[in-house]
Nanobody, 115 residues
Framework: QVQLVESGGGLVQPGGSLRLSCAAS????????VAWYRQAPGKQRDLVAA???????HYADSMKGRITISRDNAKNTVYLQMNSLLPEDTAVYYC?????????WGQGTQVTISS
């Protein structure tokens, strides 16, 4: 099972930017899905962005136009660039992959948007 470690979260003001990173313990196949989810207190975990096996990219409507998901295969890392952040983007952000058809999650990184 691949291990995932997120980083890059923090406290930023509304309108600010963050880049989250997800480092994998092994190379993730291009045929595997990699994704970012988020979970706010008292709410369900929702999909934010995904690179779906085969390469198509999906973004949640709530963040479309403000985020970009990318992967650096040489570094075994997946990124989530987030711009124009809003207070409602406050959540724990989780990295996910289904490498070898096994669901793997990171421990999450806290993103707080507040003035």
């Amino acid at each position: 099972q691949v291990q995932l470690v997120e980083s890059g979260g923090g406290l930023v003001q509304p309108g600010g930017s963050l880049r989250l990173s997800c480092a994998a313990s092994e190379s993730i196949a291009s045929t595997a899905t990699v994704a970012w989810y988020r979970q706010a207190p008292g709410k369900q975990r929702d999909l934010v962005a995904a690179i779906i096996r085969g390469g198509s990219i999906h973004y949640a409507d709530s963040m479309k136009g403000r985020i970009t998901i990318s992967r650096d295969n040489a570094k075994n890392t997946v990124y989530l660039q987030m711009n124009s952040l809003l207070p409602e983007d406050t959540a724990v952000y989780y990295c996910y992959t289904d490498q070898n058809r096994f669901a793997s999650w990171g421990q999450g990184t806290q993103v707080t948007i507040s003035s």
